[in-house]
Every structure is written in C-alpha cells, then in structure tokens.
C-alpha cells in the first residue's frame, strides 16, 4: 500500500512545509506548523482553519473540543492526521480510539462521528479530496 505511506508523507509535509492558497488553484509557497495556527472558525464543537485548497482536495487543521455529529460527506474521501490529544470516532459501525500519529481514511459516503477523549485539545489535519465544501449531510 504505497499510496498509504506517500499520503502520510504529504500530511507530515504540510505540517513542516504549509501550503497556503491565494486563489481557487493559486498556490504559494508558505511555511505553518498547523498547532500554531492562530485563525479558527467554528462550527459547533470544532474548530476549523484552511490550510490549502485546490480543485483536487482541501486541507483544513481542526481543532476538536467536544464532539462532532455523525454525518457523511457524499462526494468526498476523508483523511485524517491526528497531531496531537485523543479521539473516539465511529465510521460506519465500528468505534476506534484514535491518538497523536495515527492516520485514518474514511471512505466518501461513510457515516461517521467524533469526540475528544479526556481534556487535551484534539488537533488534526483532515484532507478532504474532492474538496468537501458544501458536501455533508448529517444523520442527527
């Protein structure tokens, strides 16, 4: 699974070597440790700042402080990089406990959940390819 690694590659990347986007497919070249961000929106239990974006994917670093509903995004693939805390997430049927370093892959269409776990803030890079803007449908 080569894929697997050259994607956890790029995530380790973006953390040391950001991207930053100045246009819809404009990129310039930055460099940002995603747990220093400083600029969040919310959304509910999570918030999120963009990293990069082109027509291919997004990547946003969430910050998770209590937890996120189950919804599904249709048309796009999910990964996620887990920087830093713990969290409980539910794909489909299955609950796993996730933590700092652990790399997931949630298949587009596939129901899912999260919540942090203890008090630690749960930091993590979730690369959304197809971008997902717009594409989430929530089941609660």
Do not use: C
């Not at 953390?15 to 995603?34: C, H, K, N, Y």
């Amino acid at each position: 699974m080569w894929w697997m690694s050259s994607i956890a590659g790029l995530l380790l990347t973006v953390g040391v070597i950001g991207l930053s986007s100045t246009g819809a497919a404009e990129l310039t070249f930055t460099v940002q440790r995603p747990e220093q961000v400083q600029t969040f929106a919310s959304s509910g239990e999570a918030q999120l700042a963009l990293l990069a974006q082109t027509p291919e994917m997004n990547i946003r670093v969430n910050k998770l402080t209590g937890r996120i509903k189950r919804h599904a995004h249709p048309q796009s693939h999910h990964f996620l990089y887990l920087i830093q805390g713990q969290i409980e997430l539910t794909v489909g049927e299955e609950t796993r406990h996730i933590q700092a370093g652990d790399f997931v892959t949630i298949p587009q269409g596939s129901v899912h959940a999260m919540q942090r776990v203890g008090t630690a803030e749960a930091l993590f890079l979730d690369i959304a390819s197809p971008p997902d803007v717009g594409d989430v449908i929530w089941h609660e």
